[in-house]
């Protein structure tokens, strides 16, 4: 049997050790199971706390993905066993998922995630808490959870929040995908640098003097990146979000979820990536649509382990309402892409079905997640 994940520590200069990390799925495009978050998180926290551990680095096996998501057809398979019941193993899978995102962000030593090829959707709640986050020629970045009937989780109600000119909602509710050049933009990526530079910068970051400084340690691999980032200039994209940064901020700046998708909508655009990203809304879950949007109200006054504990009441109940499992059978399992959605816009979302995701399943002392920023 192939390990999911496979650990290496690589021995520096100095006596010290860099820790990496490999998504080992390549077939599945490194989509994140339950085995490999249990692989990962223990994992991690030894790594946390070993002295002579410095640094660790998060990569995807092979060229196609870093990682494209959560395991979503075992998923499927887990919910069509509790069809319009409560599923223990959906509430397991996402109460690990979100503790290994949580432990990245506030991983207390630098923490490099390499995010070529696809990152979607639990790929970069992954990437999303790393310290130092590169992105390459080939990243493909989305959270296109409304085409599958769930919402902008792992942590999107935090960082979707932080984007400039509410990009954050509009990818939200799109689904769009962006590139190296708008990842940095909104706040998703540090560094740009060519797959090709990756051996070579594995190599010299076993050659830094590491210091015992946690502060001077992040300080010499952000000098570190920029000279590969100066390097890979010109195979930088153009960044599209930055092309329709006014636009989108117009668009998206009204008052009502109602309002906001109608002008999305009713945007007549030649650029390609526009239209797609209107053609995701637009065909995608109004349902999603309308938690997404109500998350990210939510999300702007929440602390990252809050936002965390609201997704996961969030995810439990998307997996027993019937929304999430259609979505995956639509495009996953049937794949006739014909989704039978509950509702066929935002206009008609009942307000009642909105307010049940929100209540929480669980008291404050008993939530599964209770214990994360404790």
Known sequence: MTQVVTFQELNCENG?????????????????????????????????TQNDI????????????????????????????????????????????????????????????WGNGIVMGGGLGLMVGGSHRVVTESSRIAMPEISIGLYPDVGGSYF????????????????????????KYCHLADHFVANTYKEAFIELLTQLDWQESIALNHGMLSDLLSGFEQDSAN????????????????????????????KILAVECEDKWFSRAQS????????????????LQFGKSLSLADCFRMELNLSVKS????????GVRALLIDKDNNPKWHFDSVDVVDKKVVNWFFESKWSQSKHPLVHLDT
């Open 160 to 183: 979707l929040n932080r984007m400039p000119n509410n990009c954050g909602l509009f990818l939200g509710l799109t689904g769009a995908s962006i590139n190296a050049a708008d990842a």
């Open 54 to 113: 410095v640094a660790v680095f998060l990569q995807g096996e092979g060229e196609k993905a870093f990682c494209a998501g959560g395991d979503i057809v075992h998923m499927y398979n887990d919910m069509m066993e509790h069809t319009g019941d409560f599923s223990p193993g959906i509430e397991e899978y996402f109460t690990k998922e979100y503790q290994l995102d949580y432990l990245i962000h506030t991983f207390s030593k630098p923490f490099i995630v």
């Open 235 to 262: 195979l930088l994209p153009e960044s599209k979000l930055t092309e329709h940064k006014t636009l989108i901020e117009q668009i998206t700046s009204f008052d009502s979820l109602k309002d906001i998708v109608s």
């Open 280 to 295: 995701s809304l637009k065909h995608g879950s109004a349902l999603s649509a309308s938690l997404a949007y109500q998350q």
């Open 16 to 48: 010290n050790k860099i820790a990496v990390a490999t998504l080992n799925s390549p077939r599945s495009l490194n989509a994140l199971s339950g085995e490999m978050i249990d692989l990962l998180y223990p994992k991690l926290k030894l790594w946390q």
């Open 319 to 326: 997996g027993q309402f019937g929304e999430f499992v259609e």
